[in-house]
């Protein structure tokens, strides 16, 4: 047990005592463990985009299996998959990584302005398959989005009441925002501030670009003199705007990229307060050495920011 996981598990003290469990079981894995920094390999990229544009760059990715051992091996604190992929492998690794049940995907075999995921798994299912928490997305500035709230709160209910804590991906995108709006830096911390109330222990959202989408907003950043003009001021805001730091912000990875203009974002994140990032197509569609050196590296910044 470590002081700083203590002081943000004492966030959530109102929640039933198996969450607050799992919360633990996450943060205390893995080379972060007791930091209170999390890095988690997510991999929902095939049910996403497709397997070749997933896997293709690094075929073993093909293979379930080979996607808990980079988890393993890398030193992550959970893994997060579609059923499909943990179901796979649960018995094989069970007990060996914390993982998560990402309970909602979408497919690109048909685009829509106003996005809406399916639900493909539930939370038996996460239950029987031994995980720590359940992932679910929301698309704020979607025309669906109540449908996709009103399932969040339904599963997060459902979830606690048998000790999992809920993981959201709070993604802006849809007919209500341009595309360089669903980064801006205010939507950015509307779509933390959103997952938050709805009920999210963990929140995943992408880094914040400068842009300032809606013009509301920009009045207020302007009068208020919000900095952002760095990505460490960006993710200040978006974390304080998650119940002014309360609640686990973390990052996403984004596109594929180079390993310094990986870890030059890293460092701004860290800088900013993040609580980690939680990266799937950075490493897993390189060679395995090469994607543990990478998360070795990303891991190394957080701890030296903890």
Known sequence: MTARVDEILSWYDSQPPGVIANLRRMLMHGRLGGTGRMVI???DQGFEHGPARSFAKNAPGYDPAYHYRLALDAGCNA???PLGFLEVCASEFAGKIPTILKLNNSDSMFSSEDPCPAVTGSVHDALRLGCAAIGYTIYPGSAHRNEM???LRTL????????LPTI???YPRGSGLSKKGETAVDIAAYAAQIAAQLGAHVIKVKPPTEHVELEAARKVYE???I???TLADR???VIQSAFDGRRIVIFSGGPAKGTEDVLEEIRGLAEGGAFGSIMGRNAFQRPKEEAISLLHAVMDIYKERA
């Open 149 to 151: 709230y009103e399932n």
């Open 235 to 237: 993710v200040r805001h």
């Open 227 to 229: 900095p952002i003009s």
């Open 79 to 81: 893994y997060a998959a």
């Open 168 to 170: 959201v991906w709070s």
């Open 223 to 225: 009068s208020e003199n």
């Open 41 to 43: 390999l997510p991999v």
């Open 156 to 163: 997060i209910e459902e979830a606690k009441d048998v000790g």
